[in-house]
């Protein structure tokens, strides 16, 4: 069963005070609108889609900035799960609320006459506002048309409008980059660094950059700021916070490549990474994190904040343990900045068939291991006719880090085919 994590309002002294409700509005007769408000702005965010239609005023009020408001107040937020399965020009994404097991669709975003086949985007969550940035792309206009190209586009889709803007293109197109949003909510910002032209359909191809630059959002304007020390791209990027100072951390990727036999391309992959502190903007070189022969590279990153100590938890979803010849035993490692090395945290409870793709992603303090659900039953050599039955639902299985427990759920997936989240895009985002 989905616990539900309770916790007591901040003082009000210390609390914003929300937008004032319209005063005409009636939303529950009987009370005043401030109660009555406050009582709606409880109910989960899943259910606000069915309720707009009840009448005008909670109409007005669900679509409203000041629920949104409210929500942060009261420390109520519903936090969903974005997943983009693909171009998100022609698939529309879905938020997915763990809690009550719904899905909701978003629209498209605005299509690119020129561009098709988007893929290896960030997609990062600021306030009550999507962002989708950059990515890999083939471009109609280029030759050979088989060759990806870089995308520098910039879009916002705002949940108080249900709808997407254009925003200002980044200044260097870049596709699979470190991408991090500041911790300072009331002067947020976005940083970007790295990246290159690779597509997820042809990994031998591509370029690197190094160059690096920091979104405004009130302002909408990119601002360049110093490149990484050297080209690297396939990286994550996070905060670390450290009293009142904040670092913005690139990890893992690639940087130049080699060739063997001068035919078959081989990248050389990071063991190290790298850190800008905010204020002066210089980069620092973090030592290797594995020893050579150790590891190759890293696995998927994901980052739990640390509301107390401000240092967050990095955790990396790894499947190097192969049971008897066909499976793979999945855990992750957490990084300690300490000793800057990787140890094993926990395993995967369910093992899953080889080269199995797995989604990994942090939600509401927890990491969240998603996969087919017809995957892990192979694994328990369930009987191949019932694999077909199981295409579209998803496993969840949920480690809550602070005390060390696993639990699952289970889900049927609202797309019409099976994700593979080795290319699906996933976000978190509370509303």
Same mark, same amino acid.
């Given at each position: 069963?989905?616990?539900?994590? *309770?916790?007591?309002?901040?003082?009000?002294?210390?609390?914003?005070?929300?937008?004032?409700?319209?005063?005409?509005?009636?939303?529950?007769?009987?009370?005043?609108?401030?109660?009555?408000?406050?009582?709606?702005?409880?109910?989960?965010?899943?259910?606000?889609?069915?309720?707009? @239609?009840?009448?005008?005023?909670?109409?007005?009020?669900?679509?409203?900035?000041?629920?949104?408001?409210?929500?942060?107040?009261?420390?109520?937020? @519903?936090?969903?799960?974005?997943?983009?399965?693909?171009?998100?020009?022609?698939?529309?994404?879905?938020?997915?609320?763990?809690?009550?097991?719904?899905?909701?669709?978003?629209?498209?975003?605005?299509?690119?006459?020129?561009?098709?086949?988007?893929?290896?985007?960030?997609?990062?969550?600021?306030?009550?506002?999507?962002? +989708?940035?950059?990515?890999?792309?083939?471009?109609?206009?280029?030759?050979?048309?088989?060759?990806?190209?870089?995308?520098?586009?910039?879009?916002?889709?705002?949940?108080?409008?249900?709808?997407?803007?254009?925003?200002?293109?980044?200044?260097?197109?870049?596709?699979?980059?470190?991408?991090?949003?500041?911790?300072?909510?009331? *002067?947020?910002?976005?940083?970007?660094?790295?990246?290159?032209?690779?597509?997820?359909?042809?990994?031998?191809?591509?370029?690197?950059?190094?160059?690096?630059?920091?979104?405004?959002?009130?302002?909408?304007?990119?601002?360049?700021?110093?490149?990484?020390?050297?080209?690297?791209?396939?990286? +994550?990027?996070?905060?670390?916070?450290?009293?009142? =100072?904040?670092?913005?951390?690139?990890?893992?990727?690639?940087?130049?490549?080699?060739?063997?036999?001068?035919?078959?391309?081989?990248?050389?992959?990071?063991?190290?990474?790298?850190?800008?502190?905010?204020?002066? =903007?210089?980069?620092?070189?973090?030592?290797?994190?594995?020893?050579?022969?150790?590891?190759?590279?890293?696995?998927?990153?994901? +980052?739990?904040?640390?509301?107390?100590?401000?240092?967050?938890?990095?955790?990396?979803?790894?499947?190097?343990?192969?049971?008897?010849?066909?499976?793979?035993?999945?855990?992750?490692?957490?990084?300690?900045?300490?000793?800057?090395?990787?140890?094993?945290?926990?395993?995967?409870?369910?093992?899953?068939?080889?080269?199995?793709?797995?989604?990994?992603?942090?939600?509401?303090?927890?990491?969240?291991?998603?996969?087919?659900?017809?995957?892990?039953?192979?694994?328990?050599?369930?009987?191949?006719?019932?694999?077909?039955?199981?295409?579209?639902?998803?496993?969840?299985?949920?480690?809550?880090?602070?005390?060390?427990?696993?639990?699952?759920?289970?889900?049927?997936?609202?797309?019409?085919?099976?994700?593979?989240?080795?290319?699906? +895009?996933?976000?978190?985002?509370?509303?």
């Amino acid at each position: 069963m989905i616990q539900i994590r *309770s916790s007591s309002p901040p003082s009000s002294s210390s609390s914003p005070l929300p937008p004032p409700i319209d005063g005409t509005l009636t939303l529950i007769p009987g009370l005043p609108n401030d109660v009555a408000s406050l009582i709606l702005s409880f109910i989960s965010y899943s259910d606000h889609a069915r309720l707009k @239609s009840t009448c005008r005023s909670w109409r007005l009020f669900f679509s409203s900035k000041a629920l949104i408001s409210l929500r942060h107040i009261h420390r109520n937020l @519903s936090h969903l799960l974005c997943i983009f399965p693909q171009d998100p020009y022609v698939a529309s994404p879905y938020l997915f609320d763990p809690r009550t097991r719904a899905w909701c669709p978003l629209p498209p975003m605005p299509c690119n006459p020129h561009g098709y086949g988007l893929c290896n985007f960030a997609s990062i969550a600021v306030a009550s506002r999507l962002y +989708v940035l950059g990515g890999s792309v083939f471009d109609t206009r280029s030759f050979p048309l088989d060759r990806p190209s870089p995308s520098s586009s910039a879009f916002r889709f705002d949940f108080h409008t249900w709808s997407w803007e254009p925003l200002a293109p980044m200044l260097a197109p870049r596709g699979s980059f470190a991408c991090a949003a500041t911790p300072d909510s009331k *002067s947020a910002q976005i940083l970007v660094a790295g990246g290159g032209s690779r597509h997820a359909l042809f990994a031998a191809a591509g370029s690197r950059i190094s160059s690096a630059e920091r979104y405004d959002i009130e302002k909408d304007e990119w601002v360049s700021v110093d490149g990484l020390p050297s080209f690297r791209a396939g990286c +994550v990027g996070f905060f670390v916070r450290d009293g009142d =100072e904040s670092e913005f951390w690139v990890m893992g990727g690639y940087g130049e490549s080699r060739t063997i036999s001068g035919v078959f391309p081989v990248d050389e992959y990071y063991r190290g990474a790298v850190a800008m502190e905010l204020e002066s =903007e210089k980069w620092r070189e973090i030592g290797d994190m594995w020893d050579a022969g150790e590891r190759m590279r890293l696995g998927k990153i994901v +980052v739990v904040e640390d509301e107390d100590c401000g240092r967050p938890g990095v955790f990396m979803l790894d499947g190097n343990d192969i049971l008897r010849g066909r499976h793979v035993r999945v855990h992750f490692a957490r990084y300690d900045m300490a000793s800057n090395r990787w140890w094993e945290e926990s395993r995967v409870p369910r093992e899953a068939p080889l080269h199995s793709s797995f989604g990994f992603v942090a939600l509401d303090g927890e990491l969240h291991v998603i996969t087919l659900k017809k995957a892990v039953e192979s694994a328990d050599s369930r009987r191949s006719r019932q694999h077909n039955k199981k295409t579209g639902i998803l496993y969840i299985q949920i480690y809550n880090p602070k005390r060390k427990t696993w639990r699952f759920l289970i889900t049927k997936s609202p797309f019409h085919k099976p994700l593979n989240f080795n290319t699906a +895009v996933m976000c978190s985002i509370p509303l």
